[in-house]
């Protein structure tokens, strides 16, 4: 059993009410359990919502040395870091020790978050979330390190 980004299974949570289905990831949940989370509803932030990024990777904004906002700088971290807490208690109340979480989001990144421009680029760094179940010893990997024949 594993937590997976719900984008990734074709749900709409993202900020912009797309999906981001994974092939890959709808394959694997036709041989085990995946429950879909969507650390930024779960932080209590509607869909749709403003675009948001984080100014600094999610280690520092858990150590409030950054934080996540919106183009028009409204401060979202609070709402990153209840995400966060809860897509943990989801993943400890069932005992879970590992995640499938989006790659390039600033909550799920998983090594590769925006880089807090608004620009479509990319920086080095995990997501709130990411951070946050490593932190946690969950082992968490993105959509793009599964492999076709061999689950993650």
Do not use: H
């Not at 790659?103 to 990319?122: D, E, L, Y």
């Amino acid at each position: 059993m594993k937590i997976c980004s719900a984008c990734l299974l074709g749900l709409k949570t993202r900020y912009d009410e797309k999906t981001k289905t994974n092939k890959k990831v709808c394959d694997l949940i036709k041989k085990e359990t995946l429950i879909p989370v969507c650390p930024e509803q779960l932080g209590g932030l509607p869909t749709p919502r403003k675009p948001s990024e984080p100014t600094r990777d999610g280690n520092e904004i858990i150590k409030r040395k950054g934080k996540v906002i919106t183009e028009d700088g409204e401060n979202l971290t609070q709402k990153f870091l209840q995400g966060a807490r809860e897509t943990y208690k989801i993943a400890k109340k069932y005992d879970i020790k590992k995640a499938i979480l989006k790659q390039g989001s600033p909550s799920c990144g998983v090594g590769k978050i925006p880089n807090g421009n608004f620009n479509s680029q990319t920086t080095k760094g995990d997501g709130v979330t990411t951070a946050y179940l490593k932190k946690k010893e969950i082992t968490v990997i993105s959509e793009e390190e599964i492999r076709s024949t061999t689950p993650p």
